[in-house]
């Protein structure tokens, strides 16, 4: 079996996994901020105000979605846990809480990020954080499980995909965005107003921008397992041996985005 077969081990007779269930939660938060962002034309510093709440709906989906089908292939003693359930319910508030938080803030047109205004929003500022906290370590839990539970439903090339993959996103992640929630915003040097950006993704092409490292290092925890799951499914010898090589060639690319970023370059120079 495969990450990506069709017909998952069934999940037991208990309440359904938290995973699926902060999946459908999410799609339907991207939902109704598409639908409010297509009524609402109103804007935060030049940024249309439902398009923050937008990207971390879609991120959100994409997480937990990940994070659920990892669980499908896991042995029922550890999907049915009390480690995962803890772990899923972290998350969840974590997620929920910082939805909110950003849901509010757009509906007032107000910044969520990097917003010190008032002591009411330096507080929800730490409490985002401590949030983003929460759920990158809900994905090094289930790294660890993955290399703990030696009866998963996975290849050996798909195991250890998920095992470096979350833990890459973890501590990718916390030096990345660590180093971001302490800068005031994502520039490094000076992004004049209407300087131009990548399309889609937003990203500076005049200065050095920190997100497409925080990018990089987010998704590796999807990167590595599909690198994985292609190696198990061509029958490769070496699958765990090449992954470990992807591992660190997907680190280090993270890393040097992020220098790249602190000298003032941006990804792809537009201007």
């Known amino acids: 079996m495969s990450l990506l077969d069709a017909n998952p081990p069934a999940q037991g007779a208990g309440a359904p996994s938290p995973f699926h269930v902060l999946t459908v939660v999410s799609a339907v938060l991207l939902a109704l901020t598409v639908g409010w962002a297509m009524v609402d034309a109103r804007l935060i510093a030049g940024v249309p ?28 003693g550890w999907r049915e846990g009390w480690t995962l359930r803890v772990t899923g ?22 910044a969520s990020h990097f917003n010190l205004s008032t002591p009411f929003h330096e507080a929800m500022y730490l409490l985002m954080g401590a949030g983003a906290v929460t759920l990158i370590a809900g994905v090094a839990v289930m790294g660890v499980v993955v290399r703990r539970d ?8 798909l195991r250890e995909g998920v095992w470096l993959g979350f833990m890459a996103s973890f501590v990718l992640t916390f030096i990345v965005a660590g180093y971001l929630s302490g800068t005031g915003g994502p520039f490094v040097g000076v992004h004049p107003e209407g300087a131009p950006v990548l399309p889609l993704m937003g990203w500076s092409g005049v200065t050095g921008d920190l997100r497409p490292a925080h990018f990089a290092a987010l998704h590796a925890m999807q990167a590595l397992p599909l690198l994985g799951l292609w190696l198990d499914r061509r029958g490769a010898a070496s699958a765990v041996r090449f992954v470990r090589i992807g591992a660190a060639a997907h680190a280090a690319l993270t890393l040097g985005l992020f220098v790249q970023a602190l000298m003032g370059v941006p990804l792809i120079p537009l201007g």
Do not use: C, N
């Open 150 to 157: 030696a009866a998963a439903a996975m290849g050996p090339g």
């Open 89 to 110: 319910w972290a998350m969840a508030a974590a997620f929920l809480s910082e939805m909110a938080y950003m849901i509010h803030q757009a509906a007032r047109a107000e």
């Open 49 to 76: 105000v439902w398009l923050k709440p937008l990207k971390f709906a879609l991120s959100f989906v994409v997480l937990f979605w990940t994070m659920a089908l990892v669980e499908a292939r896991l042995s029922p």
